[in-house]
């Protein structure tokens, strides 16, 4: 698999069924390796993007860089076969509630931190910034990219308390997250999504745990029940007095594969929209009553 997707990288050239093949391959791998398989996401939407095209096709930067990068981690190998433990240990677990708004020009991320007792630790409340993500805007209106915003603000919350890398945390550390948007707790129990920019957030999700040796369980609460972490992003800070809040700068941030993937992100989405968007060319020699039922589809 290594030399495959090094080949791959290196080339940035390949037909659509080689591609397939080796992905085919590279999934079922996946199947055991739990922190790699988000990167895999891309690769399977370019795969279907494509599906039936002939000839050498020019394989996307952003693709290209997601080779690379497992290339280098199956070669390296580290914790690549360390599978998470069985069971939970006992005692007491991090817990935060985290929740993110969307008007038609704006983006708010919200989100605390509480005790075993329920009250609360520390607390974060942050404008999305326009200039370092451009994303939230790629579709015109932000609201269609909430549940992207709703998973920063848990990825947010993982980065500001879960034990970073370096910290030399030899036990794993479990933690609980509660959130409104269920479609973000699927996405992050198979460790997989197509969509964009919400696969990205999975990639750093995954390589953040890992190196924190985390374990994460996002639940999913109504949003009735999350009412806290709701007011955080409105800017309703009357129950939060007297509770340490906690500043959080995206560009002092230490990303681990976010932003090098960003800077390719926009160009491949675009590639993948126009290969999608392509018409397929029929044969000239079909019935005319077959024609129109494969052009109407």
């Not at 190998?77 to 020009?105: C, N, S, V, Y």
């Not at 879960?162 to 794993?172: I, L, M, S, V």
């Amino acid at each position: 698999m290594c030399n495959w997707v090094g080949s791959l990288a290196a080339s940035g050239k390949v037909t659509q069924k080689v591609f397939e093949q080796g992905l085919g391959r590279l999934g079922f791998s996946a199947s055991a390796l739990l922190w790699e398989r988000p990167f895999l996401a891309p690769l399977y939407s370019w795969n279907a993007a494509v599906r039936g095209k002939r000839g050498t096709l020019r394989i996307p930067a952003m693709l290209r860089a997601i080779l690379l990068f497992l290339a280098d981690r199956i070669k390296a190998g580290g914790d690549l076969h360390t599978p998470p433990p069985l069971g939970r240990l006992d005692g007491e677990h991090l817990l935060f509630f985290t929740d993110a708004k969307a008007t038609e020009h704006s983006a708010w991320i919200g989100g605390y931190r509480q005790d075993s007792q329920g009250k609360i630790v520390e607390w974060f409340s942050e404008e999305v910034d326009r200039e370092w993500a451009p994303w939230i805007f790629l579709k015109r209106d932000p609201k269609r990219v909430i549940a992207s915003l709703e998973l920063l603000a848990s990825l947010v919350a993982v980065k500001l308390w879960a034990p970073r890398e370096g910290q030399k945390n030899t036990a794993t550390c479990f933690l609980r997250g509660k959130t409104d948007n269920q479609s973000n707790t699927y996405a992050l129990s198979k460790w997989m999504s197509t969509k964009f920019p919400l696969t990205l957030l999975i990639m750093e999700f995954s390589e953040t745990l890992r190196l924190g040796r985390c374990e994460l369980s996002l639940e999913w609460i109504a949003r009735d029940f999350n009412q806290l972490a709701d007011d955080l992003t409105n800017g309703k800070f009357e129950k939060f007095e007297g509770f340490p809040r906690v500043r959080w700068d995206p560009k002092r941030e230490k990303w681990l594969v976010l932003e090098t993937f960003l800077k390719h992100a926009s160009d491949s989405h675009s590639e993948l929209m126009k290969e999608k968007q392509t018409k397929r060319v029929l044969p000239k020699k079909l019935p005319k009553s077959k024609r129109q039922k494969l052009e109407k589809w």
